[in-house]
């Protein structure tokens, strides 16, 4: 029998939480996402130590330049280089700029340049980094694991985001912003050795969910075959090197037509953008802005923002228990359309508690919504293009939406934070009511374990 990857047979195969190698993975991107938590506490401590509440607003927005720009051009490296190897390259870039610039600290006052310059490497480390940690799940587990995946990488994000600001606020407290610095390198430098341990598997010539399934059988198993001779003997990269003759335009214009022309990726991808543009923006920029108006302060925020931490930790764990939950094109759509709902209600809700119970149902429609749109992206893929289509789905909430941020401001400003609310949960709504419209999308299904024996 042939094996391509890494891949148990199903009679022995584990489930993913299980798996040491899915471990080694959640483990390095643990260390890897408390660090991004503990940087970003160190950086605008160090601007606002060194410079003016507008110079600090500045370095922490220059970072989603880079990443708007280079994202997708990330997906391609991704695809072309091997996934793994773009995240232990981008740990380490990361590393190394965190330890140069506590040094700095150390020694002297860099100013705002230094700390700018800083926030621009990380954001184009970023746009290298987030496709390609989107595409390692793929190459790691199981078709039918991934959202079990998606799940525990939804309950270390929230862990992150717990244990992260806490940390760095300890190291400011200790040894000031340097420290802080320092501690995220260690960070960064402990997801290396892990990473670097984890096993990938090689790319079979067409494993495009059920599409591709579906193309095998009319197009004969010869062709796939023969790919998978050529494609699948060299580990990771083999296949990637197989396109180094093109140019990565060629390759980023390919993707690009590939989402276009699939059934179900193409509506997802939509779906993702308008869920992303409805609900970041009143998120990050209106909630703060809701709190002062209503007069909560900042424990409000933190109280609503624990309501919708505690939501979407809630979804992750339902998807690392139950690994597969049916229907998932249509249940992604109707969370989405009624996750809109508690979006509006966080503004409208005349009291705390009821604001933070709202927050709690939409991290919990939200954040299933979010999870299984990873899934189906990487189960439909072709797994030649998973680090494009990874980079096309979060081109919006990691580039393009944060730059929507002063637009946000200036609306709550002319028309007040309800208005603002309601324009983002109208958008979300339409996501949802766009995917229901997508006959292929409402019927994608989550892959089931392949018999056994």
């Not at 195969?13 to 643990?30: F, I, K």
């Not at 793929?138 to 309950?155: D, K, S």
């Not at 990726?265 to 920029?285: C, H, K, Q, R």
Request: with cysteine.
């Amino acid at each position: 029998m042939t094996t391509t990857g890494i891949r148990p047979s199903p009679a022995t195969e584990r489930p993913a939480h299980r798996d040491g190698n899915v471990l080694r993975w959640l483990g390095a991107y643990s260390a890897s996402a408390v660090g991004d938590n503990v940087y970003y506490l160190a950086l605008s401590w160090a601007v606002i130590q060194s410079g003016s509440p507008a110079q600090a607003g500045l370095v922490m927005a220059v970072s989603a330049v880079p990443r708007a720009l280079l994202m997708l051009g990330g997906g391609v490296v991704a695809d072309r280089f091997g996934p793994r190897r773009v995240v232990i390259g981008s740990d380490a870039v990361r590393c190394v700029a965190v330890f140069s610039v506590a040094g700095l600290l150390l020694l002297t006052s860099p100013g705002v340049w230094a700390l700018a310059a800083l926030g621009f490497v990380f954001g184009a480390v970023d746009a290298l980094f987030m496709p390609a940690v989107g595409a390692l799940p793929a190459r790691i587990t199981a078709r039918h694991q991934l959202a079990r995946v998606q799940g525990m990488r939804g309950l270390v994000i929230r862990l992150a985001n717990v244990v992260g600001a806490p940390l760095g606020g300890l190291g400011v407290a200790l040894g000031g912003p340097a420290a802080a610095f320092g501690v995220a390198g260690l960070l960064f430098a402990a997801s290396l050795p892990l990473l670097m341990s984890v096993r990938i598997a090689k790319l079979p010539a067409e494993r495009g969910g059920q599409r591709g399934e579906r193309r095998g059988e009319h197009r004969g198993e010869h062709r796939g075959e023969h790919r998978g001779e050529h494609r699948g003997e060299q580990g990771e990269g083999a296949a990637e090197g197989t396109e180094a003759g093109r140019t990565a335009w060629h390759e980023l214009a390919d993707g690009l037509r590939y989402i276009r022309g699939h059934r179900v990726l193409a509506p997802l991808m939509v779906v993702v953008a308008l869920a992303d543009l409805g609900f970041v923006g009143p998120l990050n920029i209106g909630l703060t802005l809701l709190a002062d108006e209503r007069g909560w302060g900042a424990s409000g925020v933190g109280l609503v923002l624990a309501g919708f931490g505690a939501g979407a930790g809630g979804s992750a764990l339902l998807l690392t228990v139950r690994g597969r939950l049916p229907r998932a094109g249509l249940l992604l759509c109707v969370t989405c359309a009624t996750g809109a709902v508690g979006i509006a209600a966080v503004a409208y809700l005349p009291s705390l508690a009821a604001a933070a119970g709202a927050a709690l149902l939409v991290g919990l429609l939200v954040g299933l919504t979010g999870a299984l749109a990873s899934a189906l992206a990487q189960t439909e893929s072709d797994p030649r293009y998973v680090g494009r289509v990874t980079s096309v789905a979060g081109l919006v909430s990691l580039g393009v939406a944060p730059l929507t941020y002063p637009l946000t401001g200036w609306a709550v400003g002319a028309w007040g934070t309800a208005p603002v609310f309601t324009a983002g949960a109208a958008t979300c709504a339409l996501a949802g009511v766009y995917g229901l419209g997508s006959r292929a999308l409402r019927a994608a299904e989550l892959p089931t374990a392949a018999p056994r024996g």
